[in-house]
């Protein structure tokens, strides 16, 4: 880290709220670490919206790592014209009182009030970051219009937008002419990652808990049930794997809006005696030490902070060849890749590295070096010093 400057650098980290997934954990890091005594050149405050009903809740974690969010109810996921207005002024009011150098704003609405604000109050570095995006596999083909055209907006308002993977910027540059290229900065994820390279691999408690066989092969996917996630495709290639190999048990980790529909798939498929709905577990470690893979079956991804966890567990993973997963998993390096919206492809793809696992012990250390929170944070230190020596 560089030398500590005469005065703390000031960052505030907004985000929309802080739901159970990847960015939440992601902006808890960051403010922690960022922040005496882990830096004494950094002074940092998060701010969040409320979690929305039915959402799972990952305050506990800012909790767990000395952060406690400045919340902002209003903040919330859906675009309200009259109620977004307040939110600038009342982020632009936070702004004036806490004076930051940095105003780094995650998920699109945070960055949509987030950076009018940071600009209206004068502050001298505003940064975004995309962690997935929303123009594919989420709404209307007239609301991600809307979408785009705030994000386009929102990008001149930006010095720098951070992407976590080369293909996420091609896209959004090349794809969704959302900013130029130079806009963009490539920065890859950032975990905790020790407590899950030291785990050991198949221990037996979360197949105890859910009344899962010790001897048979599980399969777990991990994730909101939306319809972005793909759920369906899953338990299809479910389907194909159980009528090749009915050892085969499956976990679904997690909960949302499908779940009452995919509980009936699971019921139309035959699929009640070797399919497991957990809900949301808070010890996700648990989770990948007592699963043989993890699938993404998603139609559009960022960077899933699941697979750099399952992988630094040692997990093998089967995921859908879309959004940043091929540049996380390295083009099948660390996991192999399958079309997306094909069943027989996952359900071939999980067989054959069920009978062949790869060397998962070799990658973790790899994982770690390359996704671990010390190098984010230094990588995040450099650029936010850059970015204020050219401000002046």
Same mark, same amino acid.
């Given at each position: 880290?560089s030398?500590?400057?005469?005065?703390p650098?000031?960052?505030?980290?907004?985000?929309?709220r802080?739901?159970i997934?990847? &960015?939440?954990?992601?902006?808890?890091?960051?403010?922690?670490?960022?922040? &005496?005594?882990h830096?004494?050149?950094?002074?940092?405050?998060?701010?969040?919206?409320?979690?929305?009903?039915?959402?799972?809740?990952?305050?506990?974690?800012?909790l767990?790592?000395?952060?406690?969010p400045?919340?902002?109810?209003?903040l919330?996921?859906?675009?309200?014209?009259?109620?977004?207005?307040?939110?600038?002024?009342?982020?632009? @009011?936070?702004?004036r009182?806490?004076?930051p150098? =940095?105003v780094?704003t995650?998920?699109?609405?945070?960055?949509?009030?987030?950076?009018?604000?940071?600009?209206?109050?004068?502050?001298?570095?505003?940064?975004?970051?995309?962690?997935?995006?929303v123009?594919h596999g989420?709404?209307?083909? !007239?609301?991600?219009?809307l979408?785009?055209? #705030?994000?386009?907006?929102?990008?001149?308002?930006?010095d720098?937008? *951070?992407?976590?993977?080369a293909?996420?910027?091609?896209?959004l540059?090349?794809q969704?002419?959302?900013?130029?290229?130079?806009k963009? !900065?490539v920065?890859?994820?950032?975990?905790?990652?020790?407590?899950?390279?030291?785990?050991?691999r198949?221990?037996?408690?979360?197949?105890?808990q859910?009344? #899962?066989?010790?001897?048979?092969?599980?399969?777990? #996917?991990?994730?909101?049930?939306?319809p972005?996630?793909?759920?369906?495709?899953f338990?299809?290639?479910?389907?194909? *794997?159980?009528?090749?190999?009915?050892?085969?048990?499956?976990?679904?980790?997690?909960d949302?809006?499908?779940r009452?529909?995919?509980?009936?798939?699971?019921?139309?498929?035959?699929?009640?005696?070797?399919?497991?709905?957990?809900?949301?577990?808070?010890?996700?470690l648990?989770?990948?030490?007592g699963?043989?893979?993890?699938? *993404?079956?998603?139609?559009n991804?960022?960077?899933?902070?699941?697979v750099i966890?399952?992988?630094?567990a040692?997990v093998? #993973?089967?995921a859908t060849?879309?959004?940043?997963?091929?540049?996380?998993?390295?083009g099948?390096?660390?996991?192999a890749? =399958?079309?997306?919206e094909?069943?027989?492809?996952?359900?071939?793809?999980?067989?054959?590295?069920l009978?062949?696992?790869?060397d !998962?012990?070799?990658? @973790?250390?790899?994982?770690?070096?390359?996704?671990?929170?010390d190098?984010?944070?230094?990588?995040?230190?450099?650029?936010?010093r850059?970015?204020?020596?050219?401000?002046?």
């Amino acid at each position: 880290m560089s030398e500590t400057p005469s005065h703390p650098i000031k960052v505030v980290n907004v985000i929309a709220r802080l739901n159970i997934g990847g &960015p939440a954990i992601y902006v808890s890091l960051i403010t922690q670490r960022l922040n &005496p005594p882990h830096d004494a050149a950094y002074e940092s405050t998060l701010i969040a919206g409320k979690v929305g009903e039915g959402e799972g809740d990952m305050g506990y974690y800012a909790l767990e790592h000395g952060v406690e969010p400045v919340i902002l109810p209003a903040l919330g996921r859906e675009l309200n014209p009259l109620r977004d207005l307040k939110t600038i002024w009342s982020l632009y @009011r936070l702004f004036r009182q806490i004076k930051p150098d =940095v105003v780094s704003t995650h998920t699109a609405k945070a960055g949509f009030v987030g950076r009018i604000a940071a600009r209206l109050a004068g502050v001298p570095v505003v940064v975004h970051t995309f962690h997935g995006h929303v123009f594919h596999g989420y709404f209307s083909p !007239t609301k991600t219009r809307l979408f785009k055209l #705030i994000e386009q907006f929102c990008a001149r308002l930006s010095d720098t937008i *951070i992407v976590l993977t080369a293909s996420q910027r091609d896209e959004l540059a090349d794809q969704y002419h959302i900013a130029p290229r130079n806009k963009f !900065t490539v920065m890859g994820g950032g975990l905790e990652l020790d407590s899950f390279a030291a785990a050991p691999r198949l221990s037996g408690d979360f197949r105890e808990q859910w009344h #899962i066989p010790q001897d048979a092969k599980l399969v777990t #996917i991990v994730g909101r049930l939306v319809p972005v996630k793909n759920h369906a495709l899953f338990l299809d290639a479910a389907a194909k *794997i159980h009528a090749a190999d009915s050892r085969v048990r499956f976990a679904i980790v997690g909960d949302g809006d499908l779940r009452a529909a995919l509980e009936a798939q699971v019921d139309q498929l035959g699929l009640r005696e070797v399919v497991t709905f957990t809900g949301w577990q808070q010890d996700v470690l648990e989770v990948y030490a007592g699963s043989d893979m993890l699938v *993404i079956s998603s139609v559009n991804e960022g960077t899933p902070f699941t697979v750099i966890e399952a992988l630094a567990a040692g997990v093998p #993973i089967v995921a859908t060849a879309v959004g940043g997963l091929p540049d996380l998993l390295e083009g099948g390096k660390f996991g192999a890749l =399958v079309p997306s919206e094909n069943a027989d492809a996952l359900a071939a793809a999980v067989l054959n590295t069920l009978k062949q696992p790869p060397d !998962t012990a070799s990658l @973790r250390a790899e994982i770690v070096a390359k996704y671990g929170i010390d190098r984010l944070i230094h990588d995040l230190d450099g650029l936010y010093r850059s970015l204020l020596a050219k401000k002046g």
